[in-house]
């Protein structure tokens, strides 16, 4: 039970370039969310997906994109990096059934020069 | 003004000590509370969860909660170094998405 993983660890970008940062999740959860952390800021809420099928903007979801492939998995995609959205990117999930906590994967720092 | 209120710290404590770590909030709204431990470069992890006013107790832990103040507290009895981490509050209304509001977070250092 890996509970949640993302890929990459690490990411370098230049300006302009795009990316997808994955995750996936093997609890059975329905609601998963991507956030990033940035010194001071706190933990901000980008996009998230309450249940398969369905996505939803967060505080800042301008600049990414999402897709909830399945149950298990939720991507978030960078179409044209800026160096703004140099942060570390953490994905979570949730159980369907009342507001139980979220659960973290490891985090994707990524810097955009 | 920012809905949730946390202390950036540092807060540095010797072995042993009793710590507080608090967070005020503004909306009314939110039902349930949660604290994260985050260690460096890792992961927040879910430390407590409480429904409401009042205290939870889970061994040296203890989150109370006065809803009448908009305020909640995370108390850590005997402190240890591997106490030392970043302590973010997270809350919530009852709504389908679930969506967690959190904190800035509070940096604690227990000094052996």
């Known amino acids: 039970n890996a509970g949640v993983t993302q890929t990459p660890k690490f990411q370098v970008l230049k300006t302009g370039q795009s990316m997808t940062l994955q995750c996936a999740q093997d609890?059975?959860?329905?609601?998963m969310y991507w956030y990033r952390q940035d010194p001071g800021m706190g933990l901000r809420l980008i996009y998230y997906?309450?249940?398969?099928?369905?996505?939803d903007k967060g505080e800042v979801p301008n600049g990414y994109n999402v897709s909830r492939l399945n149950k298990r998995e939720f991507s978030l995609r960078l179409e044209s990096a800026a160096p703004s959205q140099t942060s570390v990117y953490f994905c979570?999930?949730?159980?369907?059934?009342?507001?139980?906590?979220?659960?973290f994967g490891p985090g994707t720092r990524l810097t955009v020069l | 003004q920012k809905e949730v209120e946390q202390d950036p710290g540092p807060l540095s404590v010797p072995e042993g000590a009793i710590v507080s770590l608090n967070c005020t909030y503004s909306?009314?709204?939110?039902?349930?509370f949660m604290w994260y431990r985050q260690y460096s470069r890792k992961g927040p992890e879910l430390l407590m969860y409480?429904?409401?006013?009042g205290n939870k107790e889970d061994g040296r832990f203890t989150a109370q909660v006065d809803k009448s103040s908009k305020y909640i507290s995370l108390f850590i009895r005997d402190s240890q170094p591997s106490d030392s981490a970043t302590y973010l509050c997270?809350?919530?209304?009852?709504?389908?998405?679930?969506?967690?509001?959190f904190g800035s977070g509070t940096r604690l250092l227990v000094r052996p």
């Open positions: 979570a999930s949730s159980g369907g059934y009342g507001p139980t906590g979220q659960f």
């Open positions: 609890m059975n959860h329905n609601s």
């Open positions: 997906s309450a249940s398969e099928g369905t996505t």
């Open positions: 909306n009314s709204a939110f039902q349930y």
């Open positions: 409480t429904y409401s006013s």
């Open positions: 997270a809350m919530t209304v009852m709504d389908s998405s679930y969506k967690l509001i």
